[in-house]
């Protein structure tokens, strides 16, 4: 009976752990894995800043996960500055990211970028050479929020990555959520799998994910910027 509960135990400890999350761009503060560290904790899993920044574009750079979850809801915010505790700019609003393995958004958060600079008094010309953090947020089935957060310099030189680097795996994508009344006229995207092309669908057939109570889904397309 103790060799059966002990199995079962590490059967359960293994899933969780791979429904995980990591960074790998920009490159992510270091691993929530580690000793002391966990996914778990607000607001960078209990991992310190660190000196080892990535050049970031001023207009929004490259971000990509490797996501274990079959589906989870996604923010990405964005903190000004050296040692940051308040992540008050909302570059990605909350979206469904589904499938498993690699998932890439190409620009993220253009127009919600240039939103959140113009209120901190910057635009994309004097934000150059500022500090600034990343926090990644995933919500998956069981409710519980999940954290890693990433440091860069914003670099107006800064390129994005190339589309061979941002391409999600098979079946990955997102699907973002709306408020029940703004999708009475909504014509959305599918999530399209690596190599293949979107397909144009409505939104309530592209809903592909448990009823959320009042929300319903319109399909980001794959691979594409969220501004």
């Excluded at 954290?147 to 994005?160: E, G, P, R």
Aim: charged fraction near 10%.
């Amino acid at each position: 009976m103790a060799f059966s509960t002990t199995i079962t135990f590490l059967f359960a400890l293994l899933h969780l752990t791979s429904a995980h999350f990591t960074v790998e761009y920009p490159y992510w503060r270091g691993s929530s894995s580690a000793e002391g560290t966990s996914q778990w904790i607000f607001p960078c899993a209990n991992v310190s800043e660190t000196t080892n920044r990535t050049a970031w574009t001023t207009t929004g750079g490259s971000l990509r996960l490797h996501v274990g979850h079959h589906w989870a809801l996604t923010y990405v915010n964005l903190g000004l500055g050296s040692n940051v505790t308040n992540f008050n700019i909302s570059l990605v609003d909350h979206f469904n990211q589904t499938g498993n393995g690699t998932f890439c958004l190409k620009e993220t958060g253009k127009a919600r970028l240039a939103a959140g600079l113009s209120g901190a008094g910057y635009d994309a010309k004097s934000v150059d050479g500022v500090d600034a953090t990343l926090q990644v947020i995933q919500i998956s089935t069981t409710g519980a929020a999940l954290y890693n957060c990433a440091d860069i310099t914003f670099n107006a030189t800064a390129a994005l990555l190339a589309d061979s680097e941002c391409a999600n795996s098979t079946d990955v994508g997102g699907i973002g959520i709306l408020n029940a009344d703004q999708a009475g006229n909504t014509t959305a995207t599918s999530t399209a799998s690596a190599g293949a092309a979107p397909t144009s669908t409505s939104a309530a057939s592209a809903l592909q994910m448990p009823a959320l109570g009042g929300v319903v889904a319109a399909v980001i397309g794959f691979g594409i910027a969220l501004t």
